[in-house]
Protein backbone atom coordinates (compact mmCIF):
# COMPACT_ATOMS: atom_id res chain seq x y z
CA UNK A 1 0.00 0.00 0.00
CA UNK A 2 1.00 3.26 -0.60
CA UNK A 3 2.86 5.40 2.18
CA UNK A 4 0.34 8.71 0.56
CA UNK A 5 -3.26 7.91 0.66
CA UNK A 6 -6.14 9.90 1.35
CA UNK A 7 -8.36 9.43 4.41
CA UNK A 8 -12.28 9.45 4.12
CA UNK A 9 -14.20 12.37 3.45
CA UNK A 10 -18.31 12.83 2.36
CA UNK A 11 -20.62 15.87 2.42
CA UNK A 12 -22.90 17.26 0.69
CA UNK A 13 -21.89 19.63 -2.56
CA UNK A 14 -23.52 21.47 -5.43
CA UNK A 15 -24.77 20.56 -8.53
CA UNK A 16 -25.05 23.37 -11.56
CA UNK A 17 -28.12 22.45 -13.77
CA UNK A 18 -28.02 25.06 -16.62
CA UNK A 19 -30.96 24.81 -19.70
CA UNK A 20 -32.67 27.31 -21.50
CA UNK A 21 -35.99 25.62 -20.75
CA UNK A 22 -37.56 26.31 -17.71
CA UNK A 23 -40.31 23.65 -17.97
CA UNK A 24 -36.92 20.75 -18.25
CA UNK A 25 -35.81 23.03 -15.31
CA UNK A 26 -38.90 22.28 -13.33
CA UNK A 27 -38.88 18.62 -14.11
CA UNK A 28 -35.46 18.18 -12.73
CA UNK A 29 -36.43 19.90 -9.42
CA UNK A 30 -38.84 17.19 -9.05
CA UNK A 31 -36.09 14.58 -9.99
CA UNK A 32 -33.39 15.73 -7.35
CA UNK A 33 -35.11 18.13 -4.97
CA UNK A 34 -32.50 18.54 -2.38
CA UNK A 35 -32.68 22.26 -3.47
CA UNK A 36 -30.12 23.90 -0.66
CA UNK A 37 -27.32 22.16 -2.31
CA UNK A 38 -28.89 22.53 -5.76
CA UNK A 39 -28.60 25.54 -8.45
CA UNK A 40 -30.66 25.65 -11.37
CA UNK A 41 -30.37 28.94 -14.00
CA UNK A 42 -31.52 29.16 -17.60
CA UNK A 43 -29.10 31.76 -17.71
CA UNK A 44 -25.69 31.18 -18.97
CA UNK A 45 -23.87 34.46 -17.61
CA UNK A 46 -25.50 33.64 -14.13
CA UNK A 47 -24.43 29.91 -13.91
CA UNK A 48 -21.25 30.86 -14.93
CA UNK A 49 -20.47 33.25 -12.78
CA UNK A 50 -21.53 31.04 -9.83
CA UNK A 51 -19.24 28.42 -10.58
CA UNK A 52 -16.53 30.86 -10.95
CA UNK A 53 -16.70 32.23 -8.13
CA UNK A 54 -17.30 28.29 -6.01
CA UNK A 55 -13.83 27.66 -8.05
CA UNK A 56 -12.36 31.33 -6.35
CA UNK A 57 -13.69 29.83 -2.80
CA UNK A 58 -11.53 26.41 -3.61
CA UNK A 59 -8.15 25.54 -1.59
CA UNK A 60 -5.59 27.25 -4.05
CA UNK A 61 -2.68 25.35 -1.93
CA UNK A 62 -0.75 21.89 -2.36
CA UNK A 63 -1.64 20.46 0.35
CA UNK A 64 1.94 19.47 0.86
CA UNK A 65 3.28 22.86 1.80
CA UNK A 66 2.40 26.17 3.40
CA UNK A 67 -0.53 27.26 4.91
CA UNK A 68 -2.34 23.70 3.75
CA UNK A 69 -0.93 22.00 6.03
CA UNK A 70 -2.93 20.70 8.97
CA UNK A 71 -2.26 21.76 12.52
CA UNK A 72 -1.73 18.35 13.64
CA UNK A 73 1.01 17.95 11.22
CA UNK A 74 2.71 21.36 12.27
CA UNK A 75 2.64 19.85 16.36
CA UNK A 76 4.53 16.81 15.01
CA UNK A 77 1.52 14.39 13.91
CA UNK A 78 1.37 12.39 10.77
CA UNK A 79 -1.60 13.53 8.66
CA UNK A 80 -1.50 16.86 6.27
CA UNK A 81 -4.11 18.85 4.26
CA UNK A 82 -6.68 21.02 4.59
CA UNK A 83 -9.37 19.66 7.00
CA UNK A 84 -13.46 20.17 4.82
CA UNK A 85 -15.03 20.25 8.25
CA UNK A 86 -13.64 23.51 8.76
CA UNK A 87 -14.33 24.92 5.86
CA UNK A 88 -18.29 26.69 6.38
CA UNK A 89 -18.78 26.53 2.51
CA UNK A 90 -18.20 23.57 1.28
CA UNK A 91 -21.80 22.80 1.21
CA UNK A 92 -21.54 25.47 -1.82
CA UNK A 93 -18.68 23.48 -3.49
CA UNK A 94 -19.56 22.56 -7.11
CA UNK A 95 -18.88 19.01 -7.90
CA UNK A 96 -20.78 18.85 -10.94
CA UNK A 97 -22.48 20.44 -13.90
CA UNK A 98 -25.28 19.35 -15.62
CA UNK A 99 -25.89 21.50 -19.17
CA UNK A 100 -27.97 21.03 -22.14
CA UNK A 101 -26.60 20.99 -25.36
CA UNK A 102 -29.27 23.04 -27.25
CA UNK A 103 -28.89 26.27 -26.02
CA UNK A 104 -29.31 29.80 -27.88
CA UNK A 105 -26.33 31.78 -28.05
CA UNK A 106 -23.23 29.30 -26.80
CA UNK A 107 -24.49 25.47 -26.99
CA UNK A 108 -23.58 23.07 -24.18
CA UNK A 109 -19.90 22.01 -24.87
CA UNK A 110 -18.84 26.32 -25.57
CA UNK A 111 -20.23 26.76 -21.86
CA UNK A 112 -18.33 24.02 -20.59
CA UNK A 113 -14.98 24.75 -22.41
CA UNK A 114 -15.36 28.35 -20.58
CA UNK A 115 -15.57 27.11 -17.07
CA UNK A 116 -13.05 24.71 -18.09
CA UNK A 117 -10.22 25.28 -15.27
CA UNK A 118 -13.33 24.64 -12.33
CA UNK A 119 -12.70 21.21 -11.12
CA UNK A 120 -16.23 19.85 -11.13
CA UNK A 121 -17.59 16.57 -13.31
CA UNK A 122 -19.24 17.56 -16.61
CA UNK A 123 -22.17 16.20 -17.71
CA UNK A 124 -23.77 17.08 -21.15
CA UNK A 125 -27.68 16.48 -21.82
CA UNK A 126 -27.99 16.00 -25.67
CA UNK A 127 -31.00 15.02 -28.11
CA UNK A 128 -30.58 12.31 -30.50
CA UNK A 129 -29.55 14.77 -32.97
CA UNK A 130 -26.98 16.01 -30.65
CA UNK A 131 -25.10 12.88 -29.68
CA UNK A 132 -22.25 12.74 -32.19
CA UNK A 133 -21.08 15.72 -30.97
CA UNK A 134 -21.31 14.22 -27.31
CA UNK A 135 -19.08 11.61 -28.31
CA UNK A 136 -16.78 13.46 -29.83
CA UNK A 137 -16.76 15.70 -26.80
CA UNK A 138 -16.26 12.67 -24.36
CA UNK A 139 -13.26 11.51 -26.56
CA UNK A 140 -11.97 14.95 -26.83
CA UNK A 141 -12.07 15.47 -22.38
CA UNK A 142 -14.15 17.63 -22.52
CA UNK A 143 -17.07 16.28 -20.78
CA UNK A 144 -17.05 12.94 -18.29
CA UNK A 145 -20.47 11.82 -19.16
CA UNK A 146 -23.43 12.30 -21.31
CA UNK A 147 -27.30 11.28 -21.63
CA UNK A 148 -29.51 11.57 -23.69
CA UNK A 149 -33.00 13.31 -22.88
CA UNK A 150 -35.35 10.49 -24.64
CA UNK A 151 -33.54 8.44 -22.73
CA UNK A 152 -36.25 5.92 -20.41
CA UNK A 153 -33.06 5.68 -17.96
CA UNK A 154 -31.98 9.18 -18.14
CA UNK A 155 -32.95 9.79 -14.52
CA UNK A 156 -30.91 6.75 -13.14
CA UNK A 157 -28.25 7.54 -15.03
CA UNK A 158 -28.00 10.87 -14.20
CA UNK A 159 -28.70 9.98 -10.43
CA UNK A 160 -25.99 7.72 -10.83
CA UNK A 161 -23.68 10.24 -12.42
CA UNK A 162 -23.80 12.75 -9.63
CA UNK A 163 -23.46 10.49 -7.50
CA UNK A 164 -20.03 9.40 -8.71
CA UNK A 165 -19.28 12.89 -9.00
CA UNK A 166 -20.13 13.62 -5.26
CA UNK A 167 -17.90 10.68 -4.11
CA UNK A 168 -15.15 12.02 -6.66
CA UNK A 169 -14.90 15.67 -5.43
CA UNK A 170 -15.25 14.86 -1.49
CA UNK A 171 -12.20 12.29 -1.99
CA UNK A 172 -10.40 15.10 -3.51
CA UNK A 173 -10.43 16.77 0.07
CA UNK A 174 -9.20 14.35 2.27
CA UNK A 175 -6.17 14.56 4.32
CA UNK A 176 -3.19 12.84 3.17
CA UNK A 177 -1.79 10.27 5.58
CA UNK A 178 2.14 9.71 5.78
CA UNK A 179 4.20 7.01 7.78
CA UNK A 180 1.38 4.51 7.57
CA UNK A 181 -0.59 6.34 9.84
CA UNK A 182 -4.91 6.10 9.33
CA UNK A 183 -4.08 3.84 6.03
CA UNK A 184 -6.61 1.23 7.14
CA UNK A 185 -9.16 3.73 6.66
CA UNK A 186 -8.15 4.26 2.52
CA UNK A 187 -8.69 0.39 2.37
CA UNK A 188 -11.21 -0.22 -0.33
CA UNK A 189 -12.72 -3.33 1.63
CA UNK A 190 -13.20 -0.78 4.98
CA UNK A 191 -14.58 2.15 2.61
CA UNK A 192 -17.00 -0.10 1.12
CA UNK A 193 -18.05 -0.71 4.58
CA UNK A 194 -18.24 2.95 5.40
CA UNK A 195 -20.48 3.99 2.36
CA UNK A 196 -22.59 0.67 3.22
CA UNK A 197 -22.97 2.12 6.80
CA UNK A 198 -23.76 5.53 5.72
CA UNK A 199 -26.73 4.24 3.44
CA UNK A 200 -27.95 2.44 6.23
CA UNK A 201 -28.14 5.35 8.82
CA UNK A 202 -28.77 7.74 6.75
CA UNK A 203 -25.42 9.60 7.25
CA UNK A 204 -24.97 12.21 5.07
CA UNK A 205 -21.21 13.78 5.88
CA UNK A 206 -18.14 12.29 7.63
CA UNK A 207 -15.21 12.89 7.95
CA UNK A 208 -11.42 11.44 9.15
CA UNK A 209 -10.04 13.07 12.19
CA UNK A 210 -6.17 12.69 12.68
CA UNK A 211 -5.81 13.42 16.26
CA UNK A 212 -8.24 10.85 17.04
CA UNK A 213 -7.86 8.29 13.91
CA UNK A 214 -11.56 8.00 13.23
CA UNK A 215 -14.04 8.93 11.16
CA UNK A 216 -16.69 11.41 12.64
CA UNK A 217 -20.46 10.92 10.65
CA UNK A 218 -23.19 13.27 10.90
CA UNK A 219 -26.87 12.09 9.84
CA UNK A 220 -28.82 15.20 8.21
CA UNK A 221 -30.34 15.70 12.08
CA UNK A 222 -26.80 16.68 13.06
CA UNK A 223 -26.56 13.20 15.38
CA UNK A 224 -22.65 11.98 15.95
CA UNK A 225 -21.18 9.22 15.22
CA UNK A 226 -17.99 7.49 15.02
CA UNK A 227 -16.41 4.75 12.94
CA UNK A 228 -13.86 3.22 13.73
CA UNK A 229 -11.28 1.00 11.47
CA UNK A 230 -8.13 -1.13 13.52
CA UNK A 231 -5.89 -3.81 11.21
CA UNK A 232 -3.90 -5.91 13.36
CA UNK A 233 -1.13 -3.25 14.19
CA UNK A 234 -4.04 -1.02 15.83
CA UNK A 235 -5.13 -3.59 17.67
CA UNK A 236 -1.45 -4.06 19.26
CA UNK A 237 -0.51 -0.45 19.66
CA UNK A 238 -4.03 0.38 21.72
CA UNK A 239 -3.80 -2.96 23.43
CA UNK A 240 0.30 -1.49 24.36
CA UNK A 241 -1.69 1.98 25.29
CA UNK A 242 -4.06 0.44 27.98
CA UNK A 243 -1.06 -1.55 29.13
CA UNK A 244 1.69 1.79 29.53
CA UNK A 245 -1.16 3.49 30.90
CA UNK A 246 -2.41 1.10 34.09
CA UNK A 247 -5.62 0.23 32.31
CA UNK A 248 -7.84 -2.78 33.61
CA UNK A 249 -6.20 -6.16 32.49
CA UNK A 250 -9.97 -6.91 32.13
CA UNK A 251 -10.12 -4.45 29.24
CA UNK A 252 -7.02 -5.88 27.95
CA UNK A 253 -8.09 -8.98 27.79
CA UNK A 254 -11.09 -8.21 25.91
CA UNK A 255 -9.61 -6.39 23.18
CA UNK A 256 -6.85 -8.93 22.09
CA UNK A 257 -9.88 -11.07 22.18
CA UNK A 258 -11.28 -8.51 19.43
CA UNK A 259 -14.76 -8.87 21.45
CA UNK A 260 -14.96 -5.04 21.95
CA UNK A 261 -14.02 -2.01 20.06
CA UNK A 262 -13.40 0.86 22.79
CA UNK A 263 -14.26 4.65 21.70
CA UNK A 264 -11.60 6.94 23.52
CA UNK A 265 -13.37 9.15 22.04
CA UNK A 266 -12.26 12.39 21.83
CA UNK A 267 -9.09 10.53 22.96
CA UNK A 268 -7.23 8.25 20.06
CA UNK A 269 -6.71 5.72 22.72
CA UNK A 270 -7.05 5.24 26.55
CA UNK A 271 -5.83 7.49 29.48
CA UNK A 272 -6.09 7.22 33.07
CA UNK A 273 -8.96 7.89 35.25
CA UNK A 274 -11.22 7.59 31.87
CA UNK A 275 -14.48 7.57 33.45
CA UNK A 276 -16.90 6.55 30.68
CA UNK A 277 -15.88 4.60 27.53
CA UNK A 278 -18.39 3.94 24.99
CA UNK A 279 -17.77 0.35 23.33
CA UNK A 280 -18.61 -1.28 20.54
CA UNK A 281 -18.78 -4.99 18.78
CA UNK A 282 -16.33 -4.87 16.35
CA UNK A 283 -17.00 -6.45 13.24
CA UNK A 284 -14.72 -8.40 10.61
CA UNK A 285 -14.36 -6.81 7.13
CA UNK A 286 -15.27 -9.42 4.77
CA UNK A 287 -11.85 -10.38 2.76
CA UNK A 288 -9.78 -8.83 5.31
CA UNK A 289 -7.28 -10.42 7.56
CA UNK A 290 -7.22 -9.10 10.82
CA UNK A 291 -9.08 -5.69 10.09
CA UNK A 292 -12.37 -4.64 12.13
CA UNK A 293 -14.80 -1.99 12.15
CA UNK A 294 -17.12 -0.47 14.43
CA UNK A 295 -19.78 2.20 14.61
CA UNK A 296 -21.34 4.07 17.63
CA UNK A 297 -23.37 6.59 17.86
CA UNK A 298 -22.34 9.75 20.83
CA UNK A 299 -23.44 12.64 21.93
CA UNK A 300 -22.09 15.76 23.38
CA UNK A 301 -19.00 16.03 20.52
CA UNK A 302 -18.04 19.40 20.64
CA UNK A 303 -17.03 21.40 17.15
CA UNK A 304 -14.73 24.14 16.95
CA UNK A 305 -16.69 27.44 16.44
CA UNK A 306 -16.30 28.00 13.18
CA UNK A 307 -17.22 24.05 11.99
CA UNK A 308 -20.84 23.70 11.06
CA UNK A 309 -22.67 20.50 10.63
CA UNK A 310 -24.72 19.98 7.47
CA UNK A 311 -28.00 20.05 9.35
CA UNK A 312 -26.76 23.95 10.87
CA UNK A 313 -26.21 24.94 7.37
CA UNK A 314 -29.21 24.30 6.71
CA UNK A 315 -31.11 25.77 9.41
CA UNK A 316 -28.40 28.91 8.56
CA UNK A 317 -30.04 28.89 5.00
CA UNK A 318 -33.59 28.93 6.16
CA UNK A 319 -33.06 31.35 8.34
CA UNK A 320 -31.04 33.73 5.97
Known amino acids: MSSIVRQP ?13 ADFLHALRGLFPRAPTHHFFTSQDEARAFVEAASE ?12 WSEFEKKGGNALGQDALANAARFEDVAAIVV ?14 SVKDANCTRILLTGTADESHAVDAFNAGLI ?9 AMTRKLAQALANAQQKFCAQHGHIGVHGVGAVYADRRVNEVL ?16 EQNAVLTFDALGHAGVFLAWD ?6 QCDVVTDEGGPAALRDEMEGRRIMP ?14 VEFAVPQ ?10 SWTRIEGVQLEPDCVTYAQWLRSQRTA
Open 195 to 210: QTLAQRERIVEYYWRP
Open 263 to 276: VFWPNEAYRPGMER
Open 284 to 293: EVPGSQDIYT
Open 57 to 68: RGPRHSPMSGAA
Open 9 to 21: VFYPVSVVFLDDS
Open 144 to 152: HFYVKKSDP
Open 100 to 113: DYDMPGQDGLEFLA
Open 232 to 237: AHDWDA
